[in-house]
């Protein structure tokens, strides 16, 4: 087998399915999807998949009810928030729900990882990389909810590494800070890939478009994607004003070093990226959490 740093996409998956046991979304996603392919799908259609799945329901009113959607009045039934946010962002939303219902109960912490702060990490860089995309001409047909699920997932595989290789990992973490090593350069070490590539795997597993997939990979080596350098390197600065806003999604690990040439890619300077960071924390303040 080709060794990981030049493995194939498929080596990958075999290598990392291996030793991380990879889950699957909640079946009301893909019920879901086979509903939206339907040309005759109707709103109530739609409605009662979502309703099926009760958790999953819960968490889609909270967040459309959260301020980033600015309704006017409470949306307190899934048929009224379909038909409020139209089928096309209400299968954005539901997938966000799905991950916060399918992840966001997990509650044991270790050292360097604890689940909030993570979650706080991935949330911040979900809403950065949706408010760098808004400040930039080269999104425009990037819907901000793909932004921000880009920003949300890119450090998912640090879940399953946790959760699969606990004290393996842990010690991975550990020996990255007596060394000054960032996490996922002390990951390829340790594992042969990296949690950018094992949530790139967990993409494409749940069948997510493949620039997300390549920007979760990629999010700390942007300018390594081919095709979606600038998704990449999108997230790759949000989850910089995540780290400069006290957020890291592992406590006591060094800030991963930014790539210079992710501004280009996002066609931003750095001192506007920065200066987005106010912007960011405010509506982080009103964002909806998985919990």
């Not at 808004?134 to 949300?152: C, K, N, R, T, V």
């Not at 550990?174 to 000054?180: K, L, T």
């Amino acid at each position: 087998m080709a060794s990981p740093i030049q493995a194939s996409s498929h080596d990958l998956a075999s290598l990392v399915q291996g030793t991380v046991g990879l889950p699957t979304l909640p079946e009301v996603i893909s019920k879901l999807n086979a509903v939206l392919e339907r040309d005759d799908a109707s709103a109530a259609d739609v409605a009662k998949v979502l309703q099926a799945d009760p958790a999953v329901a819960a968490n889609m009113l909270r967040m459309v009810n959260s301020a980033h959607y600015g309704l006017i009045c409470r949306v307190s039934s899934i048929p009224l928030a379909v038909s409020v946010l139209g089928f096309a962002t209400t299968r954005r939303v539901a997938l966000k729900a799905a991950v916060f219902t399918a992840f966001a109960d997990r509650r044991d912490k270790f050292p360097h990882f604890d689940p909030t702060g993570f979650w706080r990490h991935s949330v911040f860089t979900g809403i950065a990389a949706r408010t760098i995309a808004a400040a930039s001409p080269q999104f425009l047909d990037l819907h901000p909810e793909d932004a921000y699920m880009a920003g949300l997932l890119h450090d998912i595989g640090k879940i399953l590494l946790i959760e699969k290789c606990g004290p393996r990992y842990v010690a991975a973490l550990q020996r990255g800070v007596a060394e000054g090593i960032p996490d996922f350069e002390i990951e390829r070490t340790e594992f042969g890939f990296t949690h950018g590539e094992v949530g790139s795997v967990l993409a494409h597993k749940w069948s997510l478009p493949e620039d997300l997939a390549e920007a979760i990979r990629y999010h700390h080596t942007p300018t390594r994607s081919a095709a979606y350098k600038s998704l990449a390197s999108l997230v790759h600065l949000a989850d910089r004003l995540a780290w400069i806003a006290s957020m890291p999604s592992t406590e006591g690990t060094l800030q991963p070093a930014t790539c210079s040439d992710a501004y280009e890619a996002v066609g931003l300077p750095a001192l506007l990226v920065d200066e987005l960071l106010p912007a960011t924390r405010e509506a982080y303040a009103d964002a909806e959490m998985p919990w």
